[in-house]
Structure formats: structure tokens, C-alpha cells
């Protein structure tokens, strides 16, 4: 059977039967850093179509529908459109920051997809604090954020980089106490790891009502974390225009644009790993039959599909909600979220010490 | 005009809302004064769409100047024209056919809802809810199709003239505006739904903006902005003109004096608005829709106040006239530059976030302002 | 109240001040230097009650300036409607925004358009024209070859 | 303490009843895309049906034989408040030698008119109307005067 790991499996097993072990992994990484890019540009693409799809079918529009059939080309068109545009860097801006922050953003974001393992073996790195890795390189990104802010000379963008700063940090606490409330059952940071220990079942369904709790926190909190409406605190399109990136245009604002998109893939694959199995099939206890229809569907195929299905919901909070206001969203963490989420991590240590879990 | 400030003394921001800015919702400029997210000071500065309608009517004439005012307020075209087309009648003194006066007042009272509906699209979409927006488009847009087969147009109509309206209504109107009514009523749950009942929305609007009753009365606030803050001033109520007095309808009265009561008093005026539709629609009289009136319309010497309420409050037209075939002075009190000039006073305290979602309650319409 | 009353009432007031029934309101024309004390007593005057000023313009007659005040009580749903002349020359009046915060942006533009002074208004600036603006349009015998199309 | 945590759990349990309701109609709105309202504009071209009182432009009909009904009275010059119709009348000798006023150009301008009809309404022979083309850009804007009267036509009879 094809699969992933089988063609990496054979490419690697090619590659040192015929070269040294340094220039084997030489070209194993250039091969990983260009399909780490191709991936990096396709996400960016289909999930900025699919945003414009989602808004239009929940607006009662028909969506992007010139460019290629049904519109498919139309990111790509988008694409070509912000590269042609000026990089226009306002009068009085720092400059060197200014042009530095979105590469910082994009950096950050495409660390952030090592770990990540797209389907059964087959992950760029798959370090044994996979989970712990994800958490600390995401809040770098904050950094990013405020250099362009601050870089900008402009109060929208300061505002804009200062809410963002305030949120991402409040948010990380809770983000992070939902992810210890799996890694209590797993045992385990490695993303590997994490995944095997769900062959008989997801986590969402093994660990009981603090595992849902879990979810719905974990959900929320990086639907803040990536600046996604209602969250969207640091553009607030209405309020301070685009926030932190208002003075961006051209290919750095595509680059924030793209970083935003990845981050929202990175969360939710996170989250599908971590709550639902990763590349784990579904599985209902004995119905053998059914079970065996599950196992034929690829591996990367499960992945891909649990971290859409958590991509769109987000993309649906977006286009149903207004957006908080800073102070009720620093409230929502601070009083509900994070009280919540330490009690639930209480709970679920104990499921894990008493073993009630399944 | 204004110097390039970016912090003041005392630590503030000064910050430039406008004169191109999303909540806007066209080219007001505030200037506002920020202690960190809170606004402390704001200051309108107005103009940037100011045609001078009230020079241009100098040299008009009574027939001509009605369309200039559709352009004042867009929403309520009709309203306005209603103001205009009632004060010529006062000062001729002519009466009008009624079959020409239930026409009006459906107009009328169908221009209202698709202000309101235009204006809680808009609003939801300040508060960063994209889709109300357009759910609210698509019953706004049955209106705009039945205005279009009567009046000829979408937005700016000059439906109303001197002595009645310009044409009679269409064969296919009454039943358009039945259809229109029971589609509208289908879908006004969704707007409670999808808005009023949310929790992030009813935390964003109340506690917010508030005004006091004496307050909005100092500030000379009409229309929903006033009537959230229990003050009764619906012209339609108060100083009945054309058929109002005729029909049974409420004056929606809420006394939360913030932004949420607002928000509840426009929306249950569209319900009121239906009302009034749905007790006119099968009584439209026969008969001329226009009385007959000289080509050319003098007014006698003298001075006429007309008031109307439109979909943001009273509109007033003051006419002088010196008995000539044009006015010698128009003055249009328009319901948005006094509203407006109650913004200070409710977002000071507030956040920016809050300053937003005062601005899209108050559906202020920028050309209604610049006049 | 009904408007004979209101006459009555207000030229027991103020003897000085000449009221006719307008076509539509009660109309009283006063000193402009009695402004201020003839809205305070108009506000303050339970019977009368005036607390709401819905209407604010100015008229230029070519001899001299009216400005106009449209009042209404939202307690009694009486209108009154004050009347004072100004001198062309030199048109001064007091501020009526101490008394209804209504009058600022109204006053704001009336000095824009008619250029009329109002002594002690908080920011008379121009508003809706731009500050450097030459003149002030809504008088008759403001010109502006380039901007204004004769028909 | 338990009625504060009572609210507590409240306030949660409604606030995520009433985000749910929300998310339930735009999932429905997602799902359902027979309720789509937006047309396709150009290609709906031949099946777009504007309503006959519609206010596009406006034109002078003229019949078969070339001939229109506006006896160049400028009546909808008087009543236009914009300045967007000019007449330009001529003298005609007719069949029994007399000199007649007839027009020679009706000109319109197009980019000045604000379709108020108020031209229509006070035409006496109802020798213009409002046509329900809308497409009106071009890119010189010289092409938007128009001239109403065809070459060489003429008053209808019977017209005065």
C-alpha cells in the first residue's frame, strides 16, 4: 500500500545506499525545507479560499467565482496581485524592524510545523517535547506582532500590538492547561506518542467530560491565540482598521496574512493530535467490519481531514460572532476560562492517578 | 488642519477616526483622545461631504428642491421628501387627494424599515459580525425592488411631489408589500437569534453610552437615540401630519439610556412599522393621486416650519419664503448633526471598542450631517 | 397649552418683546441683548418649561441678520419661536449652548455659514468648511464665480 | 457562595445556549445554498427584467418615419434643477411658407443628471421618456452628452 511513510521509508533507504550518511541528510533536509515551503504556500491558498467560501456560503453568497472553474484560482490571483504590489514603508517607521516583523511571524510559524505528524510515521521531527515545543515557539510569535506594531508609527498598530500582546499571553495559560490535561493521561510530550496511545479510542471520548471541557477550553483559547475573530482584538478591522498590520501592504502583508492562516492549521492540527487521535482512525469498539473500513482510509487522510473539520469551526465562530471587547475578553480568561481549566486539570489528574479513564 | 500629534502631555493618544475609517460608515471625522483604550476627549469635525443643499435650494425652485433632500439622508428619501412636499402644501394651502396621503405614509413607513434594517446590518458589522449584514440585505432588498417598480428608483426616489406623489402606485404593489410582510415577519426571529439574544453582543451594548433623559433633551437627540432614554418625541405621535393620526401604532419608549435600549427601541419600531403597513395596505382609497396645482408654485410671504419624523429622528424644514417662486432661505434641521453632537458625552469613559458600537447604534448617516 | 394662553403668558413676562402667531408656532422677537435672560426664564419657568431647542438658524434679510430659535417643551408640547435681530455689520449675539447643549453644534454653524459671533461659545470654529475659507456662504451676498453654477 | 457559584454556571450555561443558537443559523445558511440571494451579474444580462417605470436615461423615442413629438417648448429645460438639458431651437418654413419653431438640438448631458423625472412629468406633448439602460460608463466622458434628436427628423403632425 502506498502511503507516506512508505515512500519517505523508501526514499531515505535509497538515498544512503548510494551517498554518505552527512550528504544523505543534507538533501533529506533540502528535500523537508522545499516541501516544507510547497506545504507552506498550498495551506496558505486553500485556506484562504476556504475562508472566502465558508463566509460567502454562511453570508448567503455564492463566494469567489471567476478566477478558474468555481473560482479556485482565485487566492493564486490574490497571491500575484499582493506580490506585484508596492512594499510600502510609512515615513517615520523604524525601518529595519518594520521590514523584520513579518519574516518573524513566518519563522515562528513554519518552526511550528516540525513536529507535526502528518500521518503515521511521517513527521519532519519528532522530538520527544513535541507538545512543549509547539506551546513555547507559538508565544514567540507575540514578538512579531508588536515589532510590527510598534515599527508601523501608528496608533492603530500600536494599539493593535499592544491588545495582541495582553491576549496572547492571557490566553497561552489556558491554551497550555488544556494541553496538560491530555499530556496527564498520555504520560507523554512526544507528538508520537501522544497519537499511539489513542489506538483505542480518542481522547475527546476516553478521558470523560474533562477531556470535552478540555476541547471546548482548548478551542477557545486558540481561537484567541491566532487572533481570530471574535478574538480578533489585535486587527478589530472596525475599531483600529487593521491594527497591527493597518501600514502593511503588498508581499509583507501577505506574509502576515499567510502566518495567520498557518497558525489557525497548526492549532487545530495540534488540537485534532492531541484531542481526536491525530492520524488515527475512528474506531467503535468491536464492530469489526466497520473498523477495517476505517483502517483502509489513509492515515494522512484522517489527519487532514480532523484538523479541517477544526479549522472550519473556527472559521464559523468567526463569521457568527461579534467581536468581545478587550477588558470582557481579558474577563472571559481570567474568570471563567482559567478557574475552569485548573479545576479540570484537577479532575482529570485524578481520572489519570485512579485510572478511570478508558 | 490638524497637526501631527501622536501623544499629548499627559500621556494620551491622539488618535484620527476618520475621515476614512470602517465604523465611519462614510467620511465623519473624530478626533479622539486616548488614556490608554479609553476615550477621554472627542471632537467631530464635520464637512468632508458638505454640499451646501440649503444655498443650492436658494435657487430652486418649490418643485425642483425636493430631490436635493434624498440626498441629504439616503435611507429616508421618501421621509424627507415628505417633509419637503408637506411644508409647500402647508404654505399653499392646498389639500391633498387621501388615496395620494396612504401612498405616502406606506412609503413612508417601508423607507423606515429599510433604514432600520440597513442600520442593524451595519451595526452588527461595527461589532464585527459580518453576516447579520447581509441576512439584513436581502429583506432590505425586497423593499428596494417594490420602491423600484412604483417609484423608479432604489435609493434616491423624488417620489413625492408638491400635491400628492408622482405617479400612482403599481398594479403589483399591494400584493408585493403583503408578500414583502410575510417574508419579513419569517425573518425577524433570525435578527434575535443571530444578535439581540447573543451574549457577546448584549455585553457589548449595555452599560454603555449612556445619556440621561435631561441630557438627550439638552442635546436637542430625536428619534430612537432620544426614545431609548424615555423621551417621547415621535413626531408622528406628537404632532401628527399626513395620516398618522388615523392609524394605531405605539411610540416605542425604553428607559435603559444606553446603547441596548437603543437597539430595542429600533428594533421594535420595525415591528410597529409593519403595523402601521399592515392596517393601510387594504385601505388604500381610489381616487387621484395627485391634486391639480399650477405649473409654476409661489408660496405667500412668510415663514413655515414643517417636522417629519424619519427613520433617526425629526427632520425639520424651515422655509422662508418672500412670495417668490424660489425660497428665499431653507433651513434643514437634521436629526444626525444634533444626535451627533451627543457623541461626546456618551463615549467619554469608554473603551474604543465602545465608541464603535455607540457610533453604529446612533446610525448616523454622514450626508445627513454635512447637509 | 394652547397658543393665545402661551401669548398671553409670555407677553406678561417679557412687556417688551412683540409676539405674533406665526403660521405655525407663537413667534416673539426680542432685543438680541435679552437673549440669554429670556431663554432662562423660559427653561426655568415651570408653566412654560421650554427645554428643548430643536431648531437653531439665522436669516439674512440683507439689512440686517434674524436668528432664529425653535423651542418646544417636552412637557406641556408647547413651541415658541424666538426671534432676534442682529446688525449686519457687526452680528454678535450671546451663546444659547450654556442653556441647551444642542445650541453648540447648531451656533458652530451658523458662525460658519452667516459668520455671526456668539460671545462666549466654548469653540466657535468653523466646522463644516474648512478653516481657511473665505467668507460665509449662506449670506445673500456671498459670490464664488468658480464654485457656484449659475443656472 | 453557592448562589454565586449557582450564577456562575448560569451565566456559562446561557451564554454558550445563545452562541450555539447563533452558530445553528449560520450553519444552516452553510449548509442550505438554495437560500444564496447574490446573482451573477453580467452573464444574467439577458434574463435581467428591470421594472418599465425604472429611471436609466433619458430618451426621445422617435417612430418609423423618423419623426418625434417635441415641439422644442423647453419645458423640461425650466424644470431640470441641474442644468442637464439644453434646447436649441431653429426656425422651420413649412408647406404654406410660414416660419415655425421646431428643435434643433435637444442636448442632454447625461453625467449631470440625477434621474429625478422631472423633465418626464413636465414634458406637454410627452415627447421624452425614461429608458431603463443603466450601463452608462464609458471612458471619455464627452461620449455622456447626448443628443436626443436623430439626424433629420421631424415633428410629428398634429403635434403643436
Same mark, same amino acid.
Given at each position: 500500500?502506498?502511503?507516506?511513510?512508505?515512500?519517505?521509508?523508501?526514499?531515505?533507504?535509497?538515498?544512503?545506499?548510494?551517498?554518505?550518511?552527512?550528504?544523505?541528510?543534507?538533501? #533529506?533536509?533540502?528535500?523537508?525545507?522545499?516541501?516544507?515551503?510547497?506545504?507552506?504556500?498550498?495551506?496558505?491558498?486553500?485556506?484562504?479560499?476556504?475562508?472566502?467560501?465558508?463566509?460567502?456560503?454562511?453570508?448567503?453568497?455564492?463566494?469567489? =467565482?471567476?478566477? %478558474?472553474?468555481?473560482?479556485?484560482?482565485?487566492?493564486?490571483?490574490?497571491?500575484?496581485?499582493?506580490?506585484?504590489?508596492?512594499?510600502?514603508?510609512?515615513?517615520?517607521?523604524?525601518?529595519?524592524?518594520?521590514?523584520?516583523?513579518?519574516?518573524? $511571524? @513566518?519563522?515562528?510559524?513554519?518552526?511550528?510545523?516540525?513536529?507535526?505528524?502528518?500521518?503515521?510515521?511521517?513527521?519532519?521531527?519528532?522530538? =520527544?517535547?513535541?507538545?512543549?515545543?509547539?506551546?513555547?515557539?507559538?508565544?514567540?510569535?507575540?514578538?512579531?506582532?508588536?515589532?510590527?506594531?510598534?515599527?508601523?508609527?501608528?496608533?492603530?498598530?500600536?494599539?493593535?500590538?499592544?491588545?495582541?500582546?495582553? +491576549?496572547?499571553?492571557?490566553?497561552?495559560?489556558? &491554551?497550555?492547561?488544556?494541553?496538560?490535561?491530555?499530556?496527564?493521561?498520555?504520560?507523554?510530550?512526544?507528538?508520537?506518542?501522544?497519537?499511539?496511545?489513542?489506538?483505542?479510542?480518542?481522547?475527546?471520548?476516553?478521558?470523560?467530560?474533562?477531556?470535552?471541557? &478540555?476541547?471546548?477550553?482548548?478551542?477557545?483559547? $486558540?481561537?484567541?491565540?491566532?487572533?481570530?475573530?471574535?478574538?480578533?482584538?489585535?486587527?478589530?478591522?472596525?475599531?483600529?482598521?487593521?491594527?497591527?498590520?493597518?501600514?502593511?501592504?503588498?508581499?509583507?502583508?501577505?506574509?502576515?496574512?499567510?502566518?495567520?492562516?498557518?497558525?489557525?492549521?497548526?492549532?487545530?492540527?495540534?488540537?485534532?493530535?492531541?484531542?481526536?487521535?491525530?492520524?488515527?482512525?475512528?474506531?467503535?469498539?468491536?464492530? !469489526?467490519?466497520?473498523?477495517?473500513?476505517?483502517?483502509?482510509?489513509?492515515?494522512?487522510?484522517?489527519?487532514?481531514?480532523?484538523?479541517?473539520?477544526?479549522?472550519?469551526?473556527?472559521?464559523?465562530?468567526?463569521?457568527?460572532?461579534?467581536?468581545?471587547?478587550?477588558?470582557?475578553?481579558?474577563?472571559?480568561?481570567?474568570?471563567?476560562?482559567?478557574?475552569?481549566?485548573?479545576?479540570?486539570?484537577?479532575?482529570?489528574?485524578?481520572?489519570?492517578?485512579?485510572?478511570?479513564?478508558? | 488642519?490638524?497637526?501631527?500629534?501622536?501623544?499629548?502631555?499627559?500621556?494620551?493618544?491622539?488618535?484620527?477616526?476618520?475621515? +476614512?475609517?470602517?465604523?465611519?460608515?462614510? $467620511?465623519?471625522?473624530?478626533?479622539?483622545?486616548?488614556?490608554?483604550?479609553?476615550?477621554?476627549?472627542?471632537?467631530?469635525?464635520?464637512?468632508?461631504?458638505?454640499?451646501?443643499?440649503?444655498?443650492?435650494?436658494?435657487?430652486?425652485?418649490?418643485?425642483?428642491?425636493?430631490?436635493?433632500?434624498?440626498?441629504?439622508?439616503?435611507?429616508?428619501?421618501?421621509?424627507?421628501?415628505?417633509?419637503?412636499?408637506?411644508?409647500?402644501?402647508?404654505?399653499?394651502?392646498?389639500?391633498?387627494?387621501?388615496?395620494?396621503?396612504?401612498?405616502?405614509?406606506?412609503?413612508?413607513?417601508?423607507?423606515?424599515?429599510?433604514?432600520?434594517?440597513?442600520?442593524? %446590518?451595519?451595526?452588527? @458589522?461595527?461589532?464585527?459580525?459580518?453576516?447579520?449584514?447581509?441576512?439584513? /440585505?436581502?429583506?432590505?432588498?425586497?423593499?428596494?425592488?417594490?420602491?423600484?417598480?412604483?417609484?423608479?428608483?432604489?435609493?434616491?426616489?423624488?417620489?413625492?411631489?408638491?400635491?400628492?406623489?408622482?405617479?400612482?402606485?403599481?398594479?403589483?404593489?399591494?400584493?408585493?408589500?403583503?408578500?414583502?410582510?410575510?417574508?419579513?415577519?419569517?425573518?425577524?426571529?433570525?435578527?434575535?437569534?443571530?444578535?439581540?439574544?447573543?451574549?457577546?453582543?448584549?455585553?457589548? @451594548?449595555? =452599560?454603555?453610552?449612556?445619556?440621561?433623559?435631561?441630557?438627550?433633551?439638552?442635546?436637542?437627540?430625536?428619534?430612537?437615540?432620544?426614545?431609548?432614554?424615555?423621551?417621547?418625541?415621535?413626531?408622528?405621535?406628537?404632532?401628527?401630519?399626513?395620516?398618522?393620526?388615523?392609524?394605531?401604532?405605539?411610540?416605542?419608549?425604553?428607559?435603559?439610556?444606553?446603547?441596548?435600549?437603543?437597539?430595542?427601541?429600533?428594533?421594535?419600531?420595525?415591528?410597529?412599522?409593519?403595523?402601521?403597513?399592515?392596517?393601510?395596505?387594504?385601505?388604500?382609497?381610489?381616487?387621484?393621486?395627485?391634486?391639480?396645482?399650477?405649473?409654476?408654485?409661489?408660496?405667500?410671504?412668510?415663514?413655515?416650519?414643517?417636522?417629519?419624523?424619519?427613520?433617526?429622528?425629526?427632520?425639520?424644514?424651515?422655509?422662508?419664503?418672500?412670495?417668490?417662486?424660489?425660497?428665499?432661505?431653507?433651513?434643514?434641521?437634521?436629526?444626525?448633526?444634533?444626535?451627533?453632537?451627543?457623541?461626546?458625552?456618551?463615549?467619554?469613559?469608554?473603551?474604543?471598542?465602545?465608541?464603535?458600537?455607540? @457610533?453604529?447604534?446612533?446610525?448616523?448617516?454622514?450626508?445627513?450631517?454635512?447637509? | 397649552?394652547?397658543?393665545?394662553?402661551?401669548?398671553?403668558?409670555?407677553?406678561?413676562?417679557?412687556?417688551?418683546?412683540?409676539?405674533?402667531?406665526?403660521?405655525? /408656532?407663537?413667534?416673539?422677537?426680542?432685543?438680541?441683548?435679552?437673549?440669554?435672560?429670556?431663554?432662562?426664564?423660559?427653561?426655568? !419657568?415651570?408653566?412654560?418649561?421650554?427645554?428643548?431647542?430643536?431648531?437653531?438658524?439665522?436669516?439674512?434679510?440683507?439689512?440686517?441678520?434674524?436668528?432664529?430659535?425653535?423651542?418646544?417643551?417636552?412637557?406641556?408640547?408647547?413651541?415658541?419661536?424666538?426671534?432676534?435681530?442682529?446688525?449686519?455689520?457687526?452680528?454678535?449675539?450671546?451663546?444659547?449652548?450654556?442653556?441647551?447643549?444642542?445650541?453648540?453644534?447648531?451656533?458652530?454653524?451658523?458662525?460658519?455659514?452667516?459668520?455671526?459671533?456668539?460671545?462666549?461659545?466654548?469653540?466657535?470654529?468653523?466646522?463644516?468648511?474648512?478653516?481657511?475659507?473665505?467668507?460665509?456662504?449662506?449670506?445673500?451676498?456671498?459670490?464664488?464665480?468658480?464654485?457656484?453654477?449659475?443656472? | 457562595?453557592?448562589? /454565586?457559584?449557582?450564577?456562575?454556571?448560569?451565566?456559562?450555561?446561557?451564554?454558550?445556549?445563545?452562541?450555539?443558537?447563533?452558530?445553528?443559523?449560520?450553519?444552516?445558511?452553510?449548509?442550505?445554498?438554495? !437560500?444564496?440571494?447574490?446573482?451573477?451579474?453580467?452573464?444574467?444580462?439577458?434574463?435581467?427584467?428591470?421594472?418599465?417605470?425604472?429611471?436609466? #436615461?433619458?430618451?426621445?423615442?422617435?417612430?418609423?418615419?423618423?419623426?418625434?413629438?417635441?415641439?422644442?417648448?423647453?419645458?423640461? #429645460?425650466?424644470?431640470?434643477?441641474?442644468?442637464?438639458?439644453?434646447?436649441?431651437?431653429?426656425? #422651420?418654413?413649412?408647406?404654406? %411658407?410660414?416660419?415655425?419653431?421646431?428643435?434643433?438640438?435637444?442636448?442632454?448631458?447625461?453625467?449631470?443628471?440625477?434621474?429625478?423625472?422631472?423633465?418626464?412629468?413636465?414634458?406637454?406633448?410627452?415627447?421624452?421618456?425614461?429608458?431603463?439602460? /443603466?450601463?452608462?460608463?464609458?471612458?471619455?466622458?464627452?461620449?455622456?452628452?447626448?443628443?436626443? =434628436? +436623430?439626424?433629420?427628423?421631424?415633428?410629428?403632425?398634429?403635434?403643436?
Amino acid at each position: 500500500m502506498i502511503s507516506l511513510e512508505n515512500i519517505s521509508a523508501s526514499i531515505h533507504q535509497l538515498l544512503s545506499a548510494n551517498l554518505s550518511q552527512t550528504a544523505v541528510i543534507l538533501i #533529506e533536509m533540502s528535500i523537508i525545507a522545499l516541501l516544507a515551503i510547497t506545504l507552506f504556500a498550498l495551506l496558505g491558498l486553500i485556506l484562504v479560499f476556504m475562508e472566502r467560501k465558508v463566509s460567502a456560503w454562511i453570508q448567503i453568497r455564492l463566494g469567489p =467565482n471567476r478566477v %478558474g472553474p468555481k473560482g479556485i484560482f482565485q487566492t493564486t490571483a490574490d497571491t500575484i496581485k499582493l506580490a506585484l504590489k508596492e512594499g510600502f514603508v510609512p515615513d517615520g517607521a523604524d525601518k529595519f524592524l518594520y521590514k523584520l516583523a513579518p519574516f518573524v $511571524v @513566518m519563522i515562528i510559524a513554519m518552526m511550528l510545523l516540525a513536529p507535526i505528524a502528518f500521518a503515521k510515521n511521517f513527521a519532519m521531527w519528532d522530538l =520527544n517535547i513535541g507538545v512543549f515545543f509547539i506551546t513555547a515557539i507559538s508565544s514567540v510569535s507575540v514578538i512579531g506582532i508588536l515589532m510590527a506594531g510598534w515599527a508601523s508609527n501608528n496608533q492603530y498598530s500600536l494599539l493593535g500590538a499592544m491588545r495582541s500582546g495582553a +491576549q496572547i499571553i492571557s490566553y497561552e495559560i489556558s &491554551a497550555g492547561m488544556a494541553i496538560l490535561t491530555i499530556i496527564v493521561l498520555t504520560g507523554s510530550l512526544q507528538i508520537s506518542e501522544i497519537v499511539n496511545s489513542q489506538s483505542n479510542g480518542w481522547w475527546l471520548f476516553k478521558g470523560h467530560i474533562p477531556a470535552v471541557i &478540555a476541547f471546548v477550553i482548548y478551542i477557545i483559547a $486558540v481561537t484567541a491565540e491566532t487572533n481570530r475573530a471574535p478574538f480578533d482584538m489585535a486587527e478589530a478591522e472596525s475599531e483600529l482598521t487593521g491594527g497591527f498590520h493597518t501600514e502593511y501592504s503588498g508581499m509583507r502583508f501577505a506574509l502576515f496574512f499567510l502566518a495567520e492562516y498557518i497558525n489557525i492549521f497548526i492549532v487545530c492540527a495540534v488540537g485534532a493530535t492531541l484531542f481526536l487521535g491525530g492520524w488515527m482512525p475512528f474506531h467503535i469498539g468491536a464492530w !469489526e467490519g466497520f473498523n477495517h473500513i476505517m483502517d483502509f482510509i489513509p492515515s494522512s487522510v484522517w489527519f487532514l481531514g480532523k484538523t479541517f473539520f477544526l479549522i472550519f469551526v473556527i472559521m464559523w465562530f468567526r463569521w457568527t460572532f461579534p467581536r468581545l471587547r478587550i477588558d470582557q475578553l481579558l474577563n472571559l480568561e481570567w474568570k471563567y476560562l482559567l478557574p475552569i481549566s485548573l479545576f479540570n486539570l484537577l479532575f482529570m489528574t485524578l481520572i489519570a492517578i485512579k485510572g478511570w479513564h478508558f | 488642519m490638524f497637526e501631527q500629534v501622536s501623544a499629548n502631555n499627559n500621556g494620551e493618544l491622539v488618535i484620527n477616526v476618520g475621515p +476614512q475609517h470602517p465604523a465611519t460608515h462614510g $467620511v465623519l471625522h473624530l478626533l479622539i483622545t486616548l488614556h490608554g483604550e479609553t476615550v477621554t476627549k472627542l471632537e467631530p469635525n464635520l464637512g468632508y461631504i458638505h454640499r451646501s443643499i440649503e444655498k443650492m435650494c436658494e435657487s430652486l425652485s418649490y418643485r425642483q428642491f425636493i430631490y436635493t433632500t434624498s440626498r441629504m439622508d439616503y435611507l429616508s428619501s421618501h421621509i424627507n421628501n415628505h417633509a419637503c412636499a408637506l411644508g409647500v402644501e402647508k404654505a399653499m394651502q392646498i389639500e391633498i387627494p387621501e388615496r395620494a396621503e396612504y401612498i405616502r405614509v406606506l412609503m413612508s413607513e417601508l423607507t423606515r424599515l429599510a433604514s432600520h434594517q440597513l442600520w442593524w %446590518g451595519a451595526m452588527a @458589522m461595527d461589532l464585527g459580525a459580518l453576516s447579520p449584514f447581509f441576512y439584513a /440585505f436581502r429583506e432590505r432588498e425586497v423593499i428596494n425592488d417594490i420602491m423600484e417598480e412604483t417609484c423608479g428608483a432604489r435609493l434616491t426616489m423624488n417620489y413625492f411631489v408638491p400635491g400628492g406623489v408622482m405617479y400612482d402606485i403599481h398594479p403589483n404593489f399591494v400584493k408585493r408589500v403583503k408578500d414583502f410582510i410575510v417574508l419579513f415577519k419569517s425573518k425577524i426571529a433570525e435578527y434575535d437569534e443571530l444578535v439581540t439574544g447573543n451574549v457577546i453582543f448584549q455585553n457589548r @451594548m449595555k =452599560n454603555i453610552g449612556i445619556i440621561s433623559k435631561e441630557d438627550a433633551i439638552s442635546y436637542g437627540c430625536t428619534g430612537p437615540t432620544a426614545r431609548g432614554s424615555g423621551v417621547s418625541c415621535d413626531v408622528r405621535k406628537n404632532y401628527p401630519y399626513s395620516i398618522y393620526k388615523n392609524v394605531q401604532f405605539d411610540e416605542v419608549l425604553e428607559y435603559g439610556c444606553d446603547a441596548f435600549s437603543r437597539y430595542q427601541v429600533r428594533i421594535k419600531e420595525m415591528y410597529q412599522s409593519v403595523r402601521i403597513i399592515e392596517q393601510l395596505i387594504d385601505q388604500i382609497p381610489e381616487g387621484e393621486f395627485q391634486a391639480k396645482t399650477k405649473a409654476v408654485i409661489k408660496l405667500p410671504k412668510g415663514e413655515f416650519y414643517t417636522r417629519v419624523e424619519t427613520a433617526r429622528g425629526e427632520l425639520g424644514v424651515y422655509i422662508v419664503s418672500e412670495g417668490g417662486t424660489t425660497p428665499y432661505r431653507i433651513k434643514f434641521r437634521s436629526p444626525g448633526f444634533s444626535n451627533l453632537s451627543a457623541l461626546e458625552h456618551m463615549v467619554k469613559g469608554h473603551k474604543i471598542g465602545d465608541l464603535v458600537a455607540i @457610533m453604529g447604534v446612533l446610525d448616523l448617516v454622514i450626508p445627513d450631517i454635512d447637509r | 397649552m394652547e397658543n393665545e394662553e402661551l401669548i398671553a403668558q409670555v407677553q406678561t413676562r417679557f412687556p417688551e418683546a412683540s409676539i405674533v402667531l406665526g403660521n405655525d /408656532f407663537p413667534e416673539v422677537s426680542i432685543d438680541s441683548k435679552q437673549l440669554l435672560p429670556v431663554l432662562q426664564t423660559l427653561k426655568t !419657568e415651570p408653566s412654560l418649561a421650554f427645554n428643548f431647542l430643536f431648531c437653531e438658524t439665522c436669516v439674512d434679510w440683507k439689512t440686517h441678520f434674524t436668528m432664529v430659535y425653535h423651542l418646544e417643551s417636552t412637557t406641556h408640547r408647547h413651541n415658541l419661536v424666538i426671534k432676534a435681530n442682529l446688525d449686519r455689520v457687526q452680528p454678535e449675539i450671546e451663546t444659547a449652548c450654556h442653556l441647551y447643549r444642542a445650541a453648540e453644534l447648531h451656533e458652530r454653524e451658523i458662525f460658519d455659514l452667516f459668520g455671526i459671533i456668539f460671545t462666549n461659545h466654548p469653540h466657535l470654529r468653523r466646522i463644516l468648511l474648512t478653516d481657511d475659507w473665505v467668507g460665509y456662504p449662506l449670506r445673500k451676498d456671498y459670490d464664488d464665480p468658480i464654485n457656484m453654477i449659475k443656472l | 457562595m453557592i448562589t /454565586f457559584l449557582k450564577q456562575y454556571f448560569t451565566d456559562i450555561y446561557e451564554a454558550i445556549v445563545s452562541l450555539l443558537k447563533g452558530m445553528k443559523l449560520t450553519g444552516y445558511y452553510f449548509t442550505h445554498h438554495k !437560500e444564496i440571494i447574490t446573482q451573477e451579474y453580467p452573464e444574467n444580462r439577458a434574463t435581467l427584467n428591470l421594472p418599465e417605470r425604472f429611471r436609466g #436615461e433619458v430618451v426621445m423615442p422617435h417612430d418609423e418615419n423618423n419623426e418625434h413629438a417635441c415641439t422644442g417648448c423647453s419645458a423640461c #429645460e425650466l424644470a431640470c434643477p441641474n442644468g442637464t438639458i439644453k434646447i436649441l431651437n431653429k426656425f #422651420e418654413v413649412n408647406a404654406e %411658407g410660414k416660419k415655425k419653431k421646431a428643435i434643433d438640438t435637444f442636448v442632454y448631458h447625461l453625467e449631470l443628471c440625477t434621474m429625478c423625472n422631472l423633465c418626464i412629468v413636465a414634458c406637454p406633448t410627452d415627447a421624452i421618456k425614461m429608458a431603463q439602460t /443603466f450601463e452608462h460608463s464609458v471612458f471619455d466622458r464627452s461620449l455622456l452628452t447626448k443628443k436626443l =434628436n +436623430q439626424p433629420n427628423s421631424k415633428l410629428r403632425e398634429g403635434i403643436e
